[in-house]
C-alpha cells in the first residue's frame, strides 16, 4: 500500500518511537507493575473505609465500581501522552532549530511522538489493565457502551497531547519545566478525579470542577465503564469535551505561532 | 538556588502533595466514618509523619541523580572527595525542593496534633521511634539505590518504587492484612519510621511492643549499614 509520502514520514517516525520504546523491555514491565500498584492500593484503602461505613454504597458508588474506576484511571494514566519534558528538551537543548529544517512539521512530529509512546503504553499496560479489570470484576458493557468509552479515550489521549504541548512550550519563558510540569500533573489528577472520583467531591467543589477541561482526562472514560454516567449523560459530557478540544487548538495555535517567533536556539 | 524560579516550583510541588493529601482526607471522612480504629485527627497525623519522613530522605539524597551518577559515571567524582562513604550520597542537593514537603508536612501535623491530646510518655517513645526509623529509612533507600547498581546496573526505577513505597505507607499498615503489615515492616521498613512511632504517639501500642519495636529499629539499622558498606565496597564505576 503506498501512503501518502506526508503521512508515511510520520508514521515511520512512530514506528522508530516504538521500537526505541521495546529496547528496555525491563523498564516496560516496571512501568506496568507500577502502574498497577496505584489502584491496588486504593482497593486496600476503600474496602477498609466500606467496611468501616458498613455501607454498600458511598454516593451512589459501590465499592466494586470504586475500584474499578481506579483500575480504569490508572490505565488512563498509563496511555496518556507524555510529550511535555520532550518538548522542553527540544527547546533547552537547542534541538529545535535542527526539527524545523527537517521536511517535518513540528506539531505533526510531536504528534507521532505522542503516539508512538501511547502505543506502547497502551499495548504493555493500558488494555491489559482494562482487560485484567473486566475479568475480575465480571463487567459486561453493551457495545454501544463501549463505543462511548472508545470516544471517551480518544477524547482523552486529544486533550492530553494538546495540554502536554501547551507545557512543552512554556521552555520558553522557564527553561527548565520539570518543576512546571510536575505541578500541572498533581492539579491535573485533582481536578480530573484521578485522586478521588468527581462525584464524591462536595457540592461546590463539584461545580467548579466539572465545568474545567480537566474532568475529560480520566474521569469522564472511567465513569462511563463504571456506569456513574448514563449513555445520555455520557453523549452530552462528550460533546462538551469536543468544544474544549476546540478551545485548546486555538490556544495551542497561538502558543505554537508565538513560539515560532521567538526561537533563539540555545545549548551547543 | 541559582535556578530560583526551578526550585519554587519543586518547592511548590512537594507542598502540593500534602495539600492534596489533606483534600483527600478531609473528602473521605467527610462521606464515610473513615478508615477504622483511625480517627480524622489521627488520619492526618499519620500522612503528615510520612510526607516528612519522605520529604527528608528526598531533601538528603536526591534518588534519580545518584541512579543516574552511578550508571554513567558522574558519581565517581564523589568518590575522590575527603568525607566518609554515607555522605557521598547526600552531597546532591537538587532535590532541595523537597524542603517544602517538610515544611507543610509540619504544618500539617501541627494541625492533627491540636485536635488530639496526648502524654508526655507518647510524645517521648514517637520521638525516639521516629528518629531512628527516619535513619532506617534513609539507609534502605541508600541500600536500594546501591544494590540496584550492584545486581542490575540500572536504578531508574528506584525512584518510581520510593513513590510508590510513599504512597502505600500513607494509610495504616493494618489495611494491606498481616501480609501487608509484615513486608511492609521488615522487608520495606518504612513502617518504622511513619506508622509504628504514630501508634506510639496515639496510645495504639503498649510499652513492650514499643520496646520491641525500638529494637527491631536499632537492628534493622546495623543490618542496613552493614549491607550498604559491602555493596559500597564493591562497586565498580559505570565508566568500566
Known sequence: MDLNPHVGRYLEYSKMLIKDRFVYKINLLLMMAFQIMSPIVMLFVWTAIYLASGVSAINNFTLAQ?????????????????????????????????????????????????????????????????????????????????????????????????????????????????????????????????????????????????????????????????????????????????????VFLVLCTAMWHGVKRHIDSVGV | MAYRMQYLFWFLNYVLQVIMTFIFITIIYQVSNGIGGWSYPQMLLLSATTLIVIGMAKYFIDISWVSQGLMNGN?????????????????????????????????????????????????????????????????????????????????????????????????????????????FTFVIPIGFANYYPVEALSGKISTMEIAVLIVFSLTMIYLLSRTFNRLYKSYSSGMG
Open chain 2, 75 to 183: 558519581f565517581d567524582t564523589l568518590l575522590t572527595k575527603p568525607m566518609p562513604d554515607y555522605l557521598t550520597f547526600f552531597t546532591s542537593t537538587n532535590s532541595s525542593g523537597a524542603f517544602g514537603g517538610i515544611i507543610s508536612g509540619i504544618v500539617l501535623f501541627a494541625y492533627a496534633a491540636s485536635q488530639l491530646s496526648f502524654n508526655i510518655l507518647n510524645v517521648v517513645d514517637f520521638a525516639v521511634m521516629i528518629s531512628l526509623g527516619s535513619v532506617v529509612a534513609i539507609l534502605f533507600v541508600m541500600v536500594a539505590i546501591i544494590g540496584s547498581y550492584s545486581f542490575f546496573k540500572g536504578g531508574g526505577w528506584v525512584n518510581w518504587m520510593f513513590n510508590i513505597i510513599s504512597n502505600i505507607t500513607k494509610y495504616p499498615l493494618s489495611i494491606y492484612g498481616i501480609a501487608g503489615s509484615l513486608i
Open chain 1, 66 to 246: 470504586i475500584i474499578t474506576y481506579f483500575f480504569i484511571v490508572s490505565a488512563m494514566n498509563a496511555i496518556a501522552p507524555n510529550t511535555a519534558q520532550a518538548i522542553s528538551d527540544d527547546i533547552k537543548y537547542g534541538n529545535m532549530f535542527g526539527i524545523l529544517t527537517r521536511p517535518l512539521s513540528y506539531v505533526g512530529s510531536v504528534i507521532s511522538y505522542a503516539a508512538g509512546h501511547m502505543f506502547v503504553d497502551a499495548t504493555v499496560v493500558g488494555i491489559p489493565i482494562i482487560i485484567l479489570v473486566t475479568v475480575l470484576m465480571h463487567i459486561s458493557l453493551s457495545l454501544y457502551t463501549w463505543m462511548l468509552f472508545v470516544a471517551a479515550i480518544i477524547l482523552m489521549l486529544v486533550l492530553s497531547i494538546m495540554a502536554e504541548f501547551l507545557i512543552g512550550c512554556l521552555s520558553f519563558f522557564f527553561i527548565d519545566i520539570g518543576g512546571v510540569a510536575t505541578m500541572f500533573t498533581f492539579i491535573m489528577q485533582f481536578f480530573s478525579g484521578g485522586l478521588i472520583p468527581l462525584n464524591l467531591l462536595p457540592h461546590g467543589i463539584s461545580q467548579v470542577v466539572y465545568a474545567l477541561p480537566f474532568q475529560f482526562m480520566l474521569y469522564t472514560p472511567a465513569a462511563i465503564f463504571t456506569g456513574a454516567l448514563s449513555s445520555s449523560q455520557a453523549i452530552v459530557s462528550l460533546e462538551i469535551g469536543i468544544v474544549w478540544s476546540l
